[in-house]
């Protein structure tokens, strides 16, 4: 080999020892910024990114997975920043429980304030976003996580890490409920109540042995079943929208069968629940009045209502989904 080879194998030697020390130094200071947080996710801003991503020769020997939030829209409730944020600090936390030794993905937050050359690099101009950094990515190729998938919250983004990166996020594990001194209390609580409460059992003064709360139970149960409050708790609907052309008015009612706000379930509920009432009313107080005069006045009173009920129902179904609904009369009446 000649003396020119040899010099040229020795600085080459050289640079892949020091990329080498680079990368292995951005690791440890990683592994550093990430035991000081209590979930394991790091904050960085424009600086700290580039120094992790952009001054670092390709590819790297990690990934980077990074949220992008925004303080001053944790008050809108339709973005669910705050909850989201939450979820990737579960996500994260119970990546670093199931992968102790984990040098390969460092999950990651940056706030718009402290870092809006970030977001205009990135291209990110609505929240709630998720972007994955590959080792061989750079800020233009990274991979963003699909909006429709932050319905599921932490499944959602743990199945996105998986499916991005291969590697095993295993098991979310999320806070208990309780702590460990407040179910110590509850237990204690419990303990001084129940001879109380098998007096009142036995001596039939308890609260579920009274007609009217069972009564309310049912109206209740039955308004819960037809105003598509689980649908609302599960899906986390808002109540309502703030208008986008009027930020000073608020939206109701959302035409489009894709989507159901609070409101609208409580409004149809509210009319569903007064027909239920109105028959029961008809089926089990009317008939025991004597005189017939008022059982039609009322009857008659009652058949209006629902139908004017129903028939709000119907159209408010017309004008969210776009279909009609209409009778069909038999051939032989026209």
Known sequence: MSPLS???????????SSAMASSDERVSELLSLQSRSKSGVIRLNDQSLARFLTSVKTPRPYSILLFFDAAQLHDKPELRLTELRNEFSIVSSSFLANNPSNTKLFFCDIEFKESQLTFSQF?????????LIGPTAGLKDSEPMDQGDFSRLADSMAEFVESKTKLSVGPIHRPPLFSRNQIILLTVFILIWIPFFLKKVIAGQTILHDPKVWLAGSVFVYFFSVSGAMHNIIRKMPMFLVDRNDPSKLVFFYQGSGMQLGAEG??????????????????????????????????????????????????????????GIHGFWPSSWN
Do not use: C, E
């Open 266 to 323: 409580f409004a149809v509920g509210f009319l569903y629940t007064v027909v239920g009432l109105l028959l029961a009313f008809t089926t089990h107080g009317l008939v025991r009045v004597s005189n017939v005069s008022v059982q039609r006045v009322v009857m008659i009173f009652a058949l209006l209502v629902s139908f004017l009920a129903v028939k709000q129902v119907v159209y408010l179904d017309n004008w969210k989904t776009g279909y």
């Open 6 to 16: 040899k010099l040229s194998l020795l600085i080459l030697m050289v640079f892949i």
């Open 123 to 131: 291209g990110v101009n609505a929240l709630p976003h998720i972007r």
